[in-house]
């Protein structure tokens, strides 16, 4: 159908074989088939010209609405694949909700096409069931078929309430903070954490802990720090507000402590659309900053 209409445009089998990149034997006999398949006289043929039986002026109005539409399909996806536009659906934790906004948004002003959906979800989403485009996670992840890169870290602190501190003391070596009560983010049901803790002009050592409250929500786990539950890793970025108001302090802020690793997750596709590659670009550079 595809090459009917392209002679009937081009005048001829042999330009219609030049636009096609293919012989004009090879055009002839795909016009054959194509009247053999529909069981009707489609063209009259001519050593020097063609034309169009009834049948057939009726039949290539259809054909070239076909080709039309493969046209504009084949630019729609170029366009995905060169521009971002369409949905955007990123999956990301709680925490990291509203750091989310400000990292998109020149993206979003940049490409009035570009629409956002977010998904807020601590787990591990089903990025296909949800039709997710792009997932953020932090820490450790889970062995499964998406694909994952790192595109940054993120750096942690130890806070305390200031009245948990009151009660049990203000920690300043290993031994401290090893008597101390811990909240940890936990997305799985180990009864410890292992904490990689360095002092200033020492070397790296691990605190073996038992959490005695946990969550996989960062923002809860904030929230029972802040009620006096224990010691709690958190992002300097999240509580910078329950700092400020002295809901929170940080502690033992001249040590090196662990830092999260954060992944952004794709499904499993050989190729991104432009929307997916340049929200990866974005919040790399968010990172890297």
């Given at each position: 159908m595809a090459v009917l209409a392209?002679?009937?445009?081009?005048?001829?089998?042999?330009?219609?074989?030049?636009?096609?990149?293919?012989?004009?034997?090879?055009?002839?006999?795909?016009l054959r088939a194509l009247e053999r398949d529909m069981g009707v006289t489609l063209l009259h043929r001519s050593t020097r010209r063609i034309s169009l039986t009834p049948?057939?002026?009726?039949?290539?109005?259809?054909?070239?609405?076909?080709?039309?539409?493969?046209?504009?399909?084949?630019l729609q996806l170029h366009r995905l694949r060169d521009a971002p536009e369409g949905e955007l659906r990123i999956s990301a934790p709680v925490g990291f909700a509203r750091q989310l906004g400000p990292a998109l948004a020149p993206l979003m002003a940049a490409h009035p096409g570009l629409q956002l959906h977010l998904e807020v979800d601590d787990g591990f989403t089903d990025l296909v069931a949800k039709r997710i485009d792009l997932a953020v996670r932090f820490g450790r992840l889970p062995d499964s078929a998406?694909?994952?890169q790192r595109i940054g870290a993120k750096s942690m602190g130890l806070y305390a309430a200031p009245p948990y501190l009151a009660r049990r003391g203000v920690p300043g070596t290993l031994a401290d903070l090893g008597r101390h009560d811990w909240l940890a983010l936990r997305p799985d049901t180990s009864p410890f954490q292992t904490v990689p803790l360095r002092a200033p002009e020492e070397e790296e050592q691990w605190l073996r802990v038992s959490p005695r409250a946990s969550s996989n929500n960062?923002?809860?786990?904030?929230?029972?720090?802040e009620a006096g539950l224990g010691l709690a890793l958190l992002s300097p970025d999240d509580v910078d507000e329950s700092v400020a108001q002295g809901r929170l302090l940080r502690l033992l802020s001249d040590w090196?402590?662990?830092?999260?690793?954060?992944?952004?997750?794709?499904?499993?596709?050989?190729?991104?659309?432009?929307?997916v590659r340049h929200a990866i670009e974005a919040l790399r550079q968010v990172f890297t900053a």
């Open positions: 392209t002679v009937v445009d081009q005048g001829s089998l042999v330009a219609a074989a030049r636009q096609l990149q293919t012989t004009t034997s090879a055009v002839s006999q795909q049948a057939g002026e009726r039949f290539v109005e259809g054909c070239k609405a076909m080709l039309a539409a493969a046209r504009d399909a084949q998406w694909v994952a960062q923002l809860s786990l904030q929230q029972l720090c090196r402590l662990p830092t999260l690793p954060v992944h952004v997750l794709t499904p499993q596709r050989d190729a991104q659309p432009a929307k």
